[in-house]
């Protein structure tokens, strides 16, 4: 079973449409868990952590499942500039090692 | 806004050669990781360094990986004789704390070994 398991996408979506990324885990161990998004050829950059209680950033929300090992994420109200690959990460046995997953891509489209 | 830097953005090297890729992470910060990411592929570790030492590796960090701080800025991965599968994207990060959050990533060295 792959550490971190993702939607491979890509998920084609209109301007304003809402959309869900899903990711499962497979280290109970994991402490920290995280969304990532990366443009094409750039570094990964921070989207937002994910508690057990869920939590938001504006138009983005998290979720997380520590007994189904099962982390979410939605976008609302998609925008153009929201294209690009969306990242689930875990951390490893230890505090600051991160494990991605493979992505799933998102193309928002006018 | 602190950033970490990479040198250089692009590398292309011969087979069997060896190379450096340099890394000045954020100033204030204490742990050092180098990622690599094949074209098309996850995102995978290689190192996390802390206290002059290596603190975890994974099973790609063999021994032709080594990882250095020559001085109070850098942070240098080694590839002592590359092969065509290195092939790949260099992240170095880096964070203040031993939690995973604050991690920074900077833009990336993108290998091609020919």
């Known amino acids: 079973r792959k550490e971190v398991e993702q939607d491979p996408g890509p998920f084609n979506v209109p301007e304003g449409a809402t959309v869900a990324f899903n990711c499962t885990y497979s280290?109970?161990?994991?402490?920290?868990f995280f969304w990532y998004r990366q443009d094409c050829r750039k570094e990964p950059k921070l989207l937002m952590s994910?508690?057990?209680s869920g939590n938001e950033d504006g138009r983005f929300t998290a979720q997380l499942n520590r007994a189904s090992q099962y982390i979410s994420l939605l976008i609302r109200d998609s925008k153009l500039s929201d294209s690009a690959t969306y990242l689930c990460?875990?951390?490893?046995?230890?505090?600051?090692?991160?494990?991605f997953g493979a992505g799933t891509r998102l193309a928002v489209h006018p | 806004e602190p950033e970490v830097t990479q040198t250089p953005s692009h590398q292309v090297t011969q087979m069997g050669q060896e190379v450096i890729l340099r890394c000045v992470p954020i100033s204030n910060h204490l742990y050092f990781y180098w990622y690599r990411q094949i074209l098309g592929q996850k995102v995978e570790f290689l190192v996390s360094f802390y206290n002059n030492e290596i603190s975890e590796k994974s099973e790609i960090f063999d021994d032709q990986f080594s990882v250095e701080r020559p001085d109070g800025s850098n942070f240098t991965l080694k590839i002592r004789s590359t092969k065509l599968e290195d092939s790949a994207m260099y992240f170095c990060?880096?964070?203040?704390?031993?939690?995973?959050?604050?991690?920074?990533f900077g833009s990336g060295t993108r290998l091609t070994v020919v």
């Open positions: 994910v508690y057990s």
């Open positions: 990060a880096s964070s203040e704390s031993a939690r995973a959050t604050g991690y920074t």
């Open positions: 280290n109970s161990a994991s402490q920290s």
């Open positions: 990460v875990v951390t490893g046995g230890g505090y600051n090692k991160l494990i």
